[in-house]
Structures are given as C-alpha cells and as structure tokens.
C-alpha cells in the first residue's frame, strides 16, 4: 500500500516544514530533481485541466458543445502526475474522458475546444468530438468511447516499440468500470507473457458511470487483478500530484527497463457526474462535498505556497494566464471554419495509398 | 387506452414481464444510476437486486449469462445500453444464442429478450450505428423495431412470450414520442407489418423511428396533392412483405426509408423483396433513404447531411413521382 494523501496533509500543517524537516518525500525529492519551476508547471497544467473544462461546461450549456461530455474535474492530479513521466518517444492511450490526459500530454487547447466546437481546425478535424481528442505528433493515440477495448491498441504499440526497439513505453488510462470486460484480461495476459512495455493506469473513481465499484467488480482492489497474470501492480492515491508522479515514475521505468508491464490502480473521484447528462442518484451530494473538500489542486496549490516554492500571488497570475488562453480558445474555435463535405466521400473515409518505395517495381 | 409515451409503454411492458417470477433484468446502469434512458428507472427499487441486476461492464458476460439462464429455464431481459455495444457480445449473440436451439436438434431453446438502443447525437463514429441488417441476417434471431408506443407495449410481450432470442430494438430519440396504448393484456405478434397510413400514388415501406419522418413527408406532400401509403414493417426478422406489396401492386411506386448504411443494409433486402415480387407492378425504379455510408462524423455540419430528413425522403418521393 503506497502513501496516502493524508500524509501531505500532516506534513504541511506540522509547524515545521517538509524542507527543515529533512524528512524525504516524494515532495523534496521532486524539489532536488527538478526545481520549483517545474513544480509550479505542474500547477500551471491541472489548472490549465480544471479551467478549460469548466469552460467545456459552460459552453455545453450554451449548446456549442454537443454529445458526451465527460469530465475530469477532480482527478487531474492523476493524469498530470502520470504523464509526466514520459519522453516525447512514449505514447498514451485513454478513454473517452480525455481531456485532462491530452493536456497533460501537451496537446495545444485551441484545437481542443475547437473539436468539442466540432470545427475543422480541431484536434481530430472536428470528426470525433469530447471522447476523441489524438495527436499523433505527440505520440497521443486517441480517447477511446468503447469501454476496455483500447488496451489492447495500446499493447499493439507497446509491441511495435519493442520490436523495432525503440524505448518506448506506452500509458494507457481507462476507469475502474472497465477492469470487467474480456479486453482488460486480454490486455494484461499479452502485456505479460510477451513483457510489453505498457504501464495500465486505472483510475478508480469508485464509479463505473452510475455503478458502485462494489456492486461491478468482485475484487474492489483492483491492482489485485494484476496477480493473476504475476505483473507489477500498485495502489497509489491518485490525487497526490507529486506521489503519482513518483510511483508512476517507478512503473515507467520498470517497464522501460525490459521487465514488462505494471497495473497502477489510482484512487480518485470525479466531482462532476459521469457526464453532463448525469442526475448522480446514485451518490449523496455530501460524499460529493467530502471528496470536493481535498481538491487534489487546492491541496497542491496549498503545498506550494506553504513550502515556499510560489507565493500566491504568482499563482494568482497563472491563473489569469490561464483564463485567458481559454478565453482565446473559445474565440479560436468560435472563428474556426466547421469541416467540409469531402468527410462525406471516399476521401473521408479511406486513407491515401501507403508509400510504395518498399514494394519491387517491377510489380507496379 | 391510455396515452403513454414509448418509455411508458415500455416500463408498463416491463412491470407486466416482471410478474413472471422467471423474468429479471440483467444490464449495465440499470438499477443504481436509475437507467440510462429512464426505462428501468425504480425498478431496483421495487423488485430488488436479485431480479435487477446492475451488471458490470462486459456486455459478452450479460448476453452469456442471459443465453445460459434462458436455456436452464429463466425468462431474461438482457439490457444492452447502446447497440454499439453489442458487438462485444457478437459471439454469444450470433454463435451461441442464435444457434443453439437447431444445433442440438431442437431439444432445448433459448426464450431470451435482448433490449437495445439505435440513435445519434453527435456521440461520433463509434456510437451511431445501426446494426439491425446484422441482427436480421442472422437465422435463429427474431428481429423486432417498433415505431409506436402501442407497439413497443405489445411486441415487447410478444417477445417475452418468444421461445427464442429476440433482438427488441429501440431508439434514443423516440422515448419521448406519445401514442394511444390499450390497457392490460395486449400482444402484437411477431413477424406482422402494418399500415401506418394510407394513400394511392406512392408507398414508404418502412420501420422504428423512420415511420414517424416517413408520416411526416406524407403529410408535407398531402398539401401538395400526393397521397403516400406508409407501410411499418415492425418486424425484420421474420420479415412479412404481405402489406407493402399489397401497397405496392397499388401505387406501382416505392420508397424505402431505413436509418442505417445502404450497402448490404436493411433496405437492400426490403428493396430487392418489392423487385422480387413487384417487378410486374413497377413503374419507376425504387429509391431508397439512408444514413450517407460514412463513420458518423461528430461536426453537427456532417451529421446532419449523414442522417435521414424529412427533406431527404420527401425528396425521393418526388424522384420516384418524377414531380419537382
Ligand atoms: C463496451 C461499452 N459498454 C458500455 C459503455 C457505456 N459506458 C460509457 S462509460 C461507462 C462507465 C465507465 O466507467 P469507468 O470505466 O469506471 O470509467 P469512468 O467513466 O468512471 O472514468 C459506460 C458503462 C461503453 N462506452 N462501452
Ligand atoms: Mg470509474
């Protein structure tokens, strides 16, 4: 069992403070690797999550969004703690609720909103909608709106990684819900027996939409479903920004090194409903408030300033900046052109003819 | 008669199946969510978690597990949120439920009901589909679609009454849609199209949420003096043609009106049932409405070129007609 977020809390009301404390945690030794900056960059990207999809829901309101609309509100930590572990050569996979992962993996806002805005100038060209932000030159696959099946795309590329070498390793983000279907099992059995360097990151938000984690899954620690196949496999509080980090940081590298996959199990809550059509009958609003109460950002927020690393008012400043660049993707998707009719023919749908360097001229 | 909306019908149609001791309901978001789509909404909390099963996510294991319950001697109701999601249950669904009562020679058989759901939105490529030709091209399979809520009541118990698998589908955007519906006992069989509307010039052989468009386009064309028979075939499969070529011999025209692809969809095999018979009776060649044979796109701009209108249907009424 890995550190709970309780501990940070100890740490940061105990007069003394984690630094004159001499004490190593996952926060000082991100401070001596890293720097305050790019403590404060952490802040900056699940602000830039939280902002943003606030945003989202505004703009569903207003009907410039339409179909699904799954947020991340309340688990960024997870997402921007993970991620940051990876090198421009790794790739990431996740589900429908994407759009924490692809801002964590650095993919542009403007492009974002202007997919949810269903313009031509959207990450997927305005064709997939919330569920499928990609960007292939971040190494960003995809969200993916068929619960489970994407873990097995992601070990496709684990495998393309280590047979062409080339160091690779792929993240894949799914929910506690789809630990249950034949594909996780499919996914974890391959991912194993041929040592593919994949590290599983499910985010438990106790609910698989409406449905309780004890009502859908026999085992409700689901990093216990890795002992079947003898992976790796740990539970971490996924809403420890600096502790995701650092234990994803570890599962990475395991599966970097060669020795195979790792299930990380990251526990954490959505704030909102599962998505915007959501009554959350099934949950009371004062659980709701409970876990709203230890905001994973708040917290962070709260750590950096305690610590010393930010004052808050440079904070306050991000924040602004960060207001801002929503603002100017609202207005970029607003401008953006919608996409036009070649989407409705053959050109829409079949993918130019694949080079033919490689195939013998005398065939051609 | 009472008028209920098509959810209503479909819960009365439910409590109704529930009586059965036999009968539970095993599907995804069902109970403790309160039903994606409202129909099962206090259910788990009148009949309880043994008869409303909250199921996890693995549609194969809903469908195993209803096909082993239904042959042992259960009545299942299997939910399967969205028809997009059947997929995952291909095998027990085309392998196994469809097949089993003629490959063991008939001894035992599987009175199963598969609930499920067509309808777009902007949900993208994945979660607009309709499979319904897949179903329907699948010996062992009953295939229903009801338009109505009267219908949906009545064909529902029809199914339930079933000795095999019946694929009951729905459609997201036709919950809402009121329609008289009789009180207490009431069947509609399986495998019996109906008329939906009467006219003389041209006939819409159609089912599910395009009989409703398809009435529509008649009564959009009524001001203009064509008069449109609109044929509900309610059923795939079996599938009764007896009332649109009873049609067709009578107006000579023909248009068929499906919310899916158009190669190898449900309307091809419509069609070619009308060439098949009707050829004597044609006077102009059949047009056929459709989704454009695309991923659905998420842009509200593409999606709303992909799927059927009104506009579109009263345009190849026109076009059969060789009216402008
Ligand atoms: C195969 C399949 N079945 C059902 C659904 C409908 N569905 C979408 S999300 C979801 C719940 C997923 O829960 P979980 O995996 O815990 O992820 P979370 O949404 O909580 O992040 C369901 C049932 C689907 N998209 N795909
Ligand atoms: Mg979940």
């Known amino acids: 069992m890995q550190k709970q977020r309780g501990s940070t809390k100890a740490v940061t009301s105990a007069t003394q403070s984690v630094r004159s404390s001499m004490t190593s945690t996952p926060f000082t030794r991100a401070l001596e690797h890293l720097g305050a900056d790019q403590l404060v960059e952490y802040y900056r990207q699940m602000m830039l999550i939280r902002r943003f999809e606030e945003k989202c829901q505004e703009m569903y309101t207003r009907s410039k969004i339409g179909g699904f609309l799954h947020l991340y509100v309340g688990e960024e930590a997870t997402g921007v703690g993970a991620i940051s572990n990876l090198q421009p050569q790794d790739h990431v996979f996740t589900h429908y609720r994407d759009h924490g992962h692809a801002i964590a993996r650095g993919l542009d806002i403007n492009p974002l909103m202007a997919e949810l805005f269903g313009k031509d100038t959207g990450c997927s060209r305005g064709m997939g909608g919330s569920m499928h932000f990609a960007d292939v030159t971040k190494n960003f696959w995809g969200g993916y709106a068929i619960v489970g099946s994407h873990l097995l795309l992601a070990d496709g590329v684990a495998l393309q990684c280590k047979m062409q070498k080339t160091n690779g390793v792929v993240m894949v983000f799914f929910g506690d819900g789809a630990t249950n279907g034949g594909e996780f099992y499919e996914a974890l059995n391959f991912a194993q027996l041929w040592k593919l360097p994949v590290v599983f990151v499910c985010e438990n938000n106790l609910f698989a939409m409406g449905t309780p984690l004890e009502v859908h899954s026999s085992v409700t620690e689901i990093y216990r479903k890795a002992n079947a196949f003898d992976m790796k496999s740990m539970r971490i509080d996924g809403n420890d920004l600096l502790g995701v980090r650092e234990q994803v940081g570890e599962a990475v590298e395991h599966a970097r090194s060669g020795k195979g996959p790792v299930l990380v199990e990251a526990m954490t809550y959505r704030f909102r409903g599962h998505s915007a059509q959501d009554t959350q009958k099934y949950r009371t609003k004062e659980d709701v408030e409970k876990h709203r109460s230890a905001d994973p950002l708040e917290a962070y927020r709260k750590l950096l300033i305690d610590e010393e690393i930010c004052p808050a008012s440079r904070l306050d400043a991000i924040d602004v900046q960060i207001d801002a660049e929503v603002d100017a993707s609202v207005e970029f998707a607003d401008n953006s052109p919608v996409p036009g009719n070649e989407w409705l023919t053959d050109a829409g749908i079949y993918a130019a003819p694949l080079e033919t360097q490689t195939v013998d001229p005398t065939l051609v | ?324």
């Open chain 2, 1 to 324: 008669m009472a008028i209920l909306t098509v959810r209503e019908a479909l819960q009365q149609a439910l409590h109704e199946a529930m009586q059965d001791e036999r009968v539970f309901i095993i599907g995804e978001d069902i109970g403790h969510y309160g039903s994606t789509y409202g129909v099962t909404a206090g259910f788990l909390e009148k009949y309880g978690p043994e008869r409303i099963r909250d199921a996890p996510i693995a549609e194969a294991g809903i469908l195993g597990l209803a096909t082993g319950a239904a042959m042992a001697g259960m009545r299942p109701i299997a939910e399967i949120m969205s028809v997009n999601f059947s997929l995952l249950a291909f095998d027990i669904i085309i392998n196994h439920a469809a097949k089993i009562y003629s490959m063991f020679g008939g001894k035992f058989s599987v009175p199963l009901v598969m609930r499920t759901t067509n309808g777009w939105t902007q949900l993208s490529a994945t979660h607009s589909q309709s499979f319904d030709a897949m179903f329907a091209y699948i010996p062992g399979l009953k295939v229903v679609a009801p338009a109505t809520p009267a219908d949906m009541k009545g064909m529902f118990r029809a199914a339930m009454a079933d000795p095999d698998p019946v694929i009951f589908i729905e459609h997201t955007l036709m919950y809402g849609i009121k329609g008289e519906v009789p009180d207490g006992d009431y069947i509609v069989p399986i495998g019996k199209s109906v008329l939906a509307r009467e006219g003389r010039h041209l006939t819409v052989v159609t089912y599910s949420r395009m009989v409703h468009l398809s009435l529509q386009a008649a009564e959009l064309l009524a001001q203009e003096g064509i008069e449109v028979e609109v044929v509900d075939l309610r059923t795939l499969r079996p599938l009764d043609m007896s009332v649109a070529l009873e049609s067709f011999k009578k107006t000579n025209h023909a248009v068929v009106v499906t919310e899916d692809w158009q190669s190898y969809g449900t309307s091809a095999e419509i069609a070619t049932r009308l060439y098949e018979a009707g050829f004597d009776y044609l006077d102009a060649p059949i047009q056929r409405v459709n989704f454009r044979e695309v991923p659905m796109p998420y842009a509200k701009n593409l999606e709303l070129q992909v799927v059927v209108t009104t506009e579109r249907i009263v345009a190849a009424i026109k076009k059969v007609l060789n009216r402008s």
